[in-house]
């Protein structure tokens, strides 16, 4: 945490609230240092203020549903092993995991928040497959054997490893960002873009079991990581779709989708981004293709290293503190069994 405590946008009527939180989870030792994180990774998008307050305005700033929330979603990261697995995960898994589930495209809107984007095309039914067999995947449980063994994971431990890539290192960076409207506010969710050009009745009927374990998974360990959520060029038949998708969605996610024809994509995402960040299938002039790696912005990568590539490694990132307090970006996750940690970047800025 800084000196002076970051602005995390609680409202002045939900200020005792918060506190109330914050004192039950404390009490509870859910503010500890899990012993499964190592020494130097921050604790930013697992149990800072941004992520307590993510928490109770999901349950409508009642502190004691928030708390009942919080300790089911720190369960499941202790059950699942998320932490451990987030550092020896496969890099080729997570990234065929990054390549179905919506990506960070590298840009952020007029506010500063990442832009993520989701192509249905990628859900095909070859896709699906592939997912439902992870279904029936035993969970990987971590040994603290001196060998290094290449995880396995289920589904849903695979799922949350890249989710908690967007709160854990996506989010924390965008916050880091002074070129915003407020750089005083942190950034605590995404506005996320769906290409559903091709969506066909068929596909949509096939994906209802995963939009229902996304959705729930996100209810539960991520709630309100998603700003809005933007449909874009819908089918004219997409109402009839929506019927099928939205009885398997969290019923508060569902609130924020607002589905968009081909002629109002455009006008509306440029009230929210600027040209240079809208994919130019949408009309703007961002290259963007499915499933690749985030194309920084110029502001995110003069941030990181000006002479660096504009994008990012594949795999799972982190943020460290340096013993002089200095954050550093850092590459983990495993190859062929070999673990990585390999620095990216190292900020000038100290962490107090």
Known sequence: MAASQPNIGIPPE?????????????EKGLLDRPESLESRDLCDG??????????????????DDALKQFQEACKFREEKHILRLYDLVDIADFEEARRIYPHWT????????PIIML??????????????????????????SEKIETPTPDMLQLASVYHDSIVRFILPLCSMMTDRLDPSVLVTNSIYLVDASNLGLKQAWGLRFFAQEISGLLSTCYPETIQRAFVCNAPSYYSTIWRYIKGYMDPHTAEK???????????????????ASIPIKFGGKFKFTSGMLPDLDDNIQQL??????????????????????RQTALAVGSNAGSERSDKIATLDRVRQ
Not at 14 to 26: G, I, M, V
Not at 106 to 113: A, E, I, L, T, V
């Open 14 to 26: 939900h200020e005792a609230s918060f506190e109330d939180f914050t004192q039950s989870t404390r």
């Open 46 to 63: 697992l149990s800072d203020p941004p992520t307590l307050l993510r928490f109770l305005v999901a349950r409508r700033f009642d502190p």
């Open 106 to 113: 590298g840009r952020r809107d007029k506010k500063g928040s």
């Open 119 to 144: 192509d249905l095309d990628c859900l095909d039914k070859d896709a699906v497959a592939r997912w439902e067999t992870t279904r029936k995947t035993n969970r990987w449980i971590y040994s603290q």
């Open 257 to 275: 989708i607002e589905v968009l024809m081909s002629p109002e994509v455009l006008p509306t995402l440029r009230k929210y981004m600027d040209d």
């Open 304 to 325: 990181l290293n000006p002479n660096s590539s504009k994008s990012l490694p594949p795999g799972p990132l982190k943020w460290i503190q340096e013993s002089d307090g």
